[in-house]
Every structure is written in C-alpha cells, then in structure tokens.
C-alpha cells in the first residue's frame, strides 16, 4: 500500500515536497522496487514525471527537468519528490507507482495547485 502526501497549494516559483510511503512493505522488498510519480490534470491522460529505479537510474519528463527532483529512501521506504519553481502547468493530481516483478501499483494521489 502506497501513501502519498505533501500536496497543496502554491504560488507560482515556490516549492513543494511530495513523499510516498510503502509503509506495509518489507524493507527488503522496497530496495527492489523501482518508483515513479505521475501526474494528471483535469481533462488529460496520466503522464511520467519522474521516476528511478532499483538500481538508482533516475528518468524526468522533459518539462520537469531542471526543476524536480526524485529520490528513494530505501530505509525509510520512502520516495519523495522535490518540486521547485513550481508553474501553474505543473497544476495536476500526482500519483506514485511502486513496480516490482512487472507488478504496478499505484498511490492514492495528491492534488497540487499552482497559483498564478
């Protein structure tokens, strides 16, 4: 079970830290885990934002790069998302996604507003 967190709302230029918790996960388990956080706005499809693997390769979205930063906390079984000069297109639900054996599953999502 994945718990997200740390959405909310913002101005235009600030920051936000999203975290997600694999809390009923075994430690070991997680380390295996490759993690990512998608968004999705009113009206579009889901879409990658950022996301890192088992062995610590990290991908972003083109539109993010620069700007957010992923990063997994396997003691902690934790991934966060540090999102800085955050813009209103950035505005969206933003879900993680836990893969394990070809296995998705995802979080319950948290809403991030970008005031212009």
């Known amino acids: 079970q994945l718990q997200a967190s740390g959405g909310g709302l913002v101005q235009a230029g600030g920051s936000l830290r999203l975290a997600c918790a694999a809390s009923?996960?075994?430690?070991?388990?997680?380390?295996?885990?490759?993690m990512g956080w998608y968004r999705q706005a009113p009206g579009k499809q889901r879409t990658l934002v950022a996301s890192?693997?088992?062995?610590?390769?990290?991908n972003y979205a083109d539109s993010v790069k620069g700007r957010f930063t992923i990063s997994k906390d396997n003691s902690r079984k934790t991934v966060r998302l540090q999102m800085n000069s955050l813009k209103p297109e950035d505005t969206a639900v933003y879900y993680c996604?836990?893969?394990?054996?070809?296995?998705?599953?995802w979080g319950q999502g948290t809403l991030v507003t970008v005031s212009s």
């Open positions: 890192i693997s088992s062995g610590g390769d990290i």
């Open positions: 009923r996960t075994i430690t070991s388990t997680f380390w295996s885990m490759d």
């Open positions: 996604k836990a893969t394990l054996n070809h296995q998705d599953s």
